[in-house]
């Protein structure tokens, strides 16, 4: 049982590229969520999504995109790299009862 | 809105002595509340959390925590501190409704001295 798996882990990005950061879970949850960690702020949402087809805007949307094609994978893209965005991304996920979040391990984005 | 302050960045405790943890929090009628803690260079490990029942709530490792709503509170303790519980402390909040996003706290760092 993985949980929660975030890829690719490490990655460095010129300023203007784009990418996206996959995340998959195997849990069967329903809700599913992106934050970004940096020193000093906690976390705080980007997006988020409360079932398959559906995304909704977090805190700090702005510069990320989103997609849930699929009920086990929410998708974070950056279509053009700032280096305000170098940060650690963590994906997350909960059932629909409302209970904790389960995390995983981060991808850490470097914008050069 | 939904907010938390953890107001210590940082908490210093012996070995052995007794540890919390504050958070307080601000949310639109009933909370859930959690805590969370990171090690370096992982993601957040899930320790406890408040949905309703008894005000005292325990989780892993021995911690517990106490949500006071009158004081819209829910810090977090253990009765006697080990080195290996040195690091970062996340309360989290979310209104009890199913699929509401969890509002972090900005961390507070334990560290554990021997």
């Known amino acids: 049982n993985a949980g929660v798996t975030q890829t690719p882990k490490f990655r460095v990005l010129k300023t203007g590229q784009s990418m996206t950061l996959l995340c998959a879970q195997d849990?069967?949850?329903?809700?599913m969520y992106w934050y970004r960690q940096d020193p000093g702020m906690g976390l705080r949402l980007i997006h988020y999504?409360?079932?398959?087809?559906?995304?909704a805007k977090g805190e700090v949307p702005d510069g990320y995109n989103v997609s849930r094609l699929k009920k086990q994978n929410f998708l974070l893209g950056l279509e053009s790299a700032a280096p305000s965005q170098t940060s650690v991304y963590f994906c997350?996920?909960?059932?629909?009862?409302?209970?904790?979040?389960?995390f995983g391990e981060g991808s850490r984005l470097t914008v050069l | 809105a939904q907010s938390v302050a953890q107001p210590e960045d940082q908490v210093n405790v012996a070995e052995g002595n007794p540890l919390t943890v504050k958070c307080t929090y601000s949310?639109?009628?009933?909370?859930?509340l959690f805590w969370y803690v990171q090690y370096p260079n992982r993601g957040l490990q899930f320790l406890l959390k408040?949905?309703?029942?008894?005000?005292l709530v325990k989780g892993s490792y021995g911690f517990e925590a106490e949500f006071n709503k009158s004081q819209t509170s829910f810090h977090l303790k253990k009765p006697s501190a080990l080195v290996s519980d040195s690091a970062l402390y996340f309360c989290?909040?979310?209104?009890?409704?199913?699929?509401?996003?969890?509002?972090f706290g900005k961390g507070t760092t334990l560290s554990v001295s021997s």
């Open positions: 989290a909040v979310s209104r009890n409704q199913a699929g509401t996003a969890l509002i």
């Open positions: 997350a996920s909960r059932d629909y009862s409302g209970g904790e979040l389960f």
């Open positions: 999504s409360v079932g398959e087809g559906t995304t």
């Open positions: 849990m069967n949850h329903e809700y």
């Open positions: 408040y949905i309703t029942g008894d005000n």
């Open positions: 949310v639109s009628g009933n909370p859930y």
